[in-house]
T-cell receptor
Framework: GQNIDQPTEMTATEGAIVQINCTYQTSGFNGLFWYQQHAGEAPTFLSYNVLDGLEEKGRFSSFLSRSKGYSYLLLKELQMKDSASYLCAPMDSNYQLIWGAGTKLIIKP | GAVVSQHPSWVICKSGTSVKIECRSL??????MFWYRQFPKQSLMLMAT?????????EQGVEKDKFLINHASLTLSTLTVTSAHPEDSSFYICSAREGQGLETQYFGPGTRLLVL
């Protein structure tokens, strides 16, 4: 079957760095997306990885290891507005995104 | 970035009525649109995938006669919840992508439906 494993909740301090891990199993693989979803809002696109390695985009970076079925999202210089859920969504062989429950990130002052 | 709009953002209706939700891609042509439902503190649940000009593909367990999807143009898809009941109350979100493959899905802001 297809599944995604992310921590349910994480807490970090404003200004710090946090890494949100994701392991996945899919039928085929066409890359992995990370989305941010604030409470009561729709998801917004953060990053896409299809090749192994690290993609950096400002304060956010995303890493992928295809052989390990593993990805992480790294958030630097955390701000209060980063409090949200972060969704790891791999794309399967049918170009469908597979969704888990995401990781709720709580930022404390 | 790509912008997807949804209308209305909030709907409150009586049980038994039908509700139509519109999803529009504003600055790109959406070959494929997706409709999701999300209950509080739960993951996104894909309801159906629609390609412009063809019938929607519904996920298992989603009643196609209850959730009518029309994707008549490259910028507009509609979801009609027919004969809505309180258990249909949820957050409905559409997303759109330009092609049928590796393109990014961009989400609309969502529609909160409350059926009394």
């Amino acid at each position: 079957g297809q599944n995604i494993d992310q921590p349910t909740e994480m807490t970090a301090t404003e200004g710090a760095i946090v890494q949100i891990n994701c392991t996945y199993q899919t039928s085929g693989f066409n890359g992995l997306f990370w989305y941010q979803q604030h409470a009561g809002e729709a998801p917004t696109f953060l990053s896409y990885n299809v090749l192994d390695g690290l993609e950096e985009k400002g304060r956010f970076s995303s890493f992928l290891s295809r052989s390990k079925g593993y990805s992480y999202l790294l958030l630097k210089e955390l701000q209060m507005k980063d409090s949200a859920s972060y969704l790891c969504a791999p794309m399967d062989s049918n170009y469908q995104l597979i969704w888990g429950a995401g990781t709720k990130l709580i930022i404390k002052p | 970035g790509a912008v997807v709009s949804q209308h209305p953002s909030w709907v409150i209706c009586k049980s038994g009525t039908s509700v139509k939700i519109e999803c529009r891609s504003l600055d790109f042509q959406a070959t494929t649109m997706f409709w999701y439902r999300q209950f509080p503190k739960q993951s996104l649940m894909l309801m159906a995938t629609s390609n412009e000009g063809s019938k929607a593909t519904y996920e298992q367990g989603v009643e196609k006669d209850k959730f009518l999807i029309n994707h008549a143009s490259l910028t507009l898809s509609t979801l009609t919840v027919t004969s809505a009941h309180p258990e249909d109350s949820s957050f409905y979100i559409c997303s759109a992508r330009e092609g049928q493959g590796l393109e990014t899905q961009y989400f609309g802001p969502g529609t909160r439906l409350l059926v009394l």
